[in-house]
């Protein structure tokens, strides 16, 4: 995703003019709309170039929207209709806020619309997969894909492996529920890492 800081007001994710209509109504705010079901702006602070998952779900009874996995706004709204209109849906502009334009600069990747609300659980499960891999079944469980690292230590060195093999070897040195920032270790498996001061946590990107 871009920074959203870099473009103006009314930049479109994905939405249907005059019915849900949803994206960035400012460059901090990001914003669904409905005619009959309410609306519900929440922050956005994930103005980093990088990649984040964003979903909004619609209860009939409730609008929630979740940033990586995590819920960061709710309104309680109860409609049996969130509308319609004579509008195409578009993805990333061409007519979302309005009938044309509300272009969006940068990257956006895997959108999905659901007609029905999914849980808070299937959310975070599609933030896990598009972030770190794995499988998102249509219906019934999740399952994502398992990485296992095995750690060893020699002298003031860590060796560190993972099956199954492939990706590469990330780390940080702090985890936040959003923002967090991963640096590439290399793809060499096993990697051998010299211990120094501070905490560090590693995980494989595939």
């Known amino acids: 995703m871009a920074d959203p800081t870099t473009f103006g007001t009314r930049i479109g994710i994905v939405g249907q003019n005059d019915a849900i209509e949803y994206g960035f109504i400012d460059a901090n705010t990001i ?107 249509v219906s019934g469980a999740v399952t994502p894909a398992i990485v296992t690292l095995s750690v060893t230590k020699s002298g003031n060195n860590l060796n560190i492996s993972w099956t199954p093999s492939g990706g590469t070897l990330q780390a940080t040195p702090a985890l936040l529920s959003a923002g967090t920032v991963w640096t590439n270790v290399g793809t060499a498996n096993p990697a051998t890492i010299s211990i120094g001061p501070g905490s560090s946590f590693y995980r494989v990107a595939q």
């Open 31 to 137: 914003q669904i709309w409905t005619p009959n079901g309410g609306a519900l702006n929440t922050t956005y602070t994930n103005a980093d170039n990088e990649w984040h998952h964003v979903a909004t779900i619609a209860s009939g009874t409730s609008i929630k929207t979740y940033y990586d996995g995590v819920q960061v706004g709710s309104e309680s709204t109860t409609t049996l209709d969130y509308g319609a209109s004579g509008f195409n849906v578009h993805i990333g502009g061409g007519g979302v806020f309005d009938a044309v334009n509300n272009w969006f600069t940068g990257y956006i990747d895997e959108v999905a619309i659901f007609d029905k609300a999914i849980p808070a659980a299937r959310v975070l499960e599609h933030y896990r997969a598009g972030k770190f891999g794995g499988v998102v079944t």
